[in-house]
């Protein structure tokens, strides 16, 4: 089938959009700006349950655009995608999360390097409300020996089947209909790997999950239902086969050690190579110069509590970890608020101001210890927001934030004058 | 033509402020002749402030309309802002430390607005040139425009509120006003009027060096065969 255009405007899906109540996704009249081009416009696509709708075309068409502005990582100039009917993500700048968990693997993996397989999809399932056991599965990609192993350390085909696997995950769980999202899952894995993710696709096909999949790779333009090039469509009939069987059991895992970030410092340790250096650094310094014992009162207040200020400074360690690969990305898809580091800080804070406590006052001062706490949590709250803030700037590593910090250094002064009075 | 009335006034400016102007006294004033710097420091200070005006209302323009002119306007606003802005810090920073004994105070709350104004101004010039051109760039840097303008107003009364250490106004001072002699008066109005000349045509070429950039990129882009 394919295919009317009216007034430039694409409109597909037709038979699935009259024959189905509640299509998994739907784009309506979208119109998405990337750069100064625009690279949708008046872009119409419903996917039912059992659709297979593969993206083809040329570089700069808008696969990943369409893929990216599905799971909500792109606003939109126009329009409204809708997954299960319900609104996610309007030009109006509404965004909400999807009532339905949905299968995500981006173009970049949104892995983060010192996770290990099994960890990425343990919160995977998580996100979905689901565990199970993910070593069969992993298995079938030729990776069950690697789950404990760190992302870091894998290949980059082996780390793309992970994300393969992850954006699989969700549909592979449930028995009810999930929607896919897959931005060239082909890439980089080898005849095996691509030969189990089409199986799985089948079956999870007739087991009445739909998928939205970019890719030019002809292998999996055969497993279409609906071929896509973005301004036309074909249907493609595809042979029966047996249909998955769901293997998530429900379970509502906490997301707790992924959300405070305790889990990624923990492997990583960035926070203590980060924020705890550079306080510790500011606390040897002012050492190296300045004899306390000579010290006025808010003088010592300063120094005390310029540790904990020069460690939120150095800005969130778990938001600096979620940069590689377009983690955050994969994170902003699924959640509204991002894993940070909010446990963390207000830890390290009360223990830097402790240690400066019994450097400068020889002795513990636990109002001046609560009060770091909250110095160092609140700095390092603004700075995350500050740095959140040009995530989406094609190159965000590049604009010059930190000139904005010193923001901060007014409230500081103005907290240690007061505490100096008391 | 604004460029160069605008320096010529400026330079006027100077030559009075320095040699016309009359001296304060010496007994309001720990180091007198520092205060002639008032001259440059004001009227910079007042083309700040048109700038940050303008920059919003590009931003704002931008931001809710897509309008290609406002982007223009926050380009050439945020260029000006820096330029002034820096004037501002610098003899600031040149008058606190005859005057006070130091060049700035990290607890004066009008330092460090007016400060972080000029670094907002700084971080969207050098933040522009980093990235590419696109809704993305522009959609962001001009939120951080419309946000900034909010440390505006604060700017402008936090004299008012908490006078620290940066004296209270000396425009626009209601009742307690007035105190200027009126040949101090014409010097400061003669520069305010060049400083203000001199930043039209400023943003004025700005914009149209802005507007030739985006024209050689759409060049550039149908020679690259694209749209």
Known sequence: MVVQSTNGRFDVGLQSRTSMAAPLLSLVDVEVRRGMSVVLTGFNLEVASKDVVVLHGKNGAGKSTVIESCARLLPLEKGSVHHHGSLVVDSEGRRALAKQPFGLTLQSNGLLGDETIENHLTTVCSLSGMKTDILPILDAYGLAHRSSDRIGQLSGGQARKVAVIAGLLPAMLSPQPRLILLDEPDSGLDEDALAALISDIGQLREAGHAFVIASHHPEMMKCATRLHDLESETNQEQPKCQPWKAVGTQENVSLLSSRTGHRYLRSTRAGIARNGIAALLVLGTLLAFIDPINLEKNMLVGFILAAPFAAGLAGDPVVYLMREHRAVDWWRAHVNRLPAADFFAPVLGFTLSALGCFLFLDSFNWKLSLIGAGVLWITLLCVRFIELSTMRLARPNAVFIRLLLPILILPWALVVEYLGTL | ?227
């Open chain 2, 1 to 227: 033509m604004c460029l160069g009335i605008g320096f010529a006034g400026i330079m006027s400016t100077l030559f009075l402020g320095l040699n016309w102007a009359p001296s304060v006294s010496i007994n309001a004033f720990e180091s007198p002749a520092a205060q002639r710097i008032f001259y440059w420091h004001v009227p910079s200070a007042w083309a700040a402030f048109i700038a940050f005006g303008v920059l919003f209302t590009g931003s704002a323009l931008w931001f809710f309309k897509r309008s290609p002119l406002g982007w223009r306007l926050h380009v050439a606003g945020a260029e000006a802002s820096l330029a002034c802005g820096l004037m501002a810090v610098w003899s600031g920073c040149v008058w606190g430390a005859a005057e006070w004994g130091t060049p700035w105070d990290w607890t004066d709350v009008r330092l460090n607005t007016f400060g972080l104004l000029t670094l907002l101004a700084l971080f969207l010039v050098l933040g522009r040139q980093s990235q590419p051109d696109g809704v993305e760039t522009r959609d962001t840097f001009s939120t951080f425009g419309l946000y900034g303008f909010i440390l505006v107003p604060l700017t402008y009364v936090a004299t008012r509120i908490w006078q620290i250490r940066h004296p209270g106004p000396v425009i626009a001072a209601g009742d307690d006003g007035g105190s200027l002699q009126s040949s101090m008066a014409l010097v400061l109005l003669i520069g305010a009027l060049s400083f203000t000349i001199f930043i039209i045509g400023h943003m004025m070429i700005s914009m149209r060096i802005t507007h030739l950039e985006q024209r050689l990129e759409q060049a550039q882009k149908s020679l690259d065969g694209g749209n």
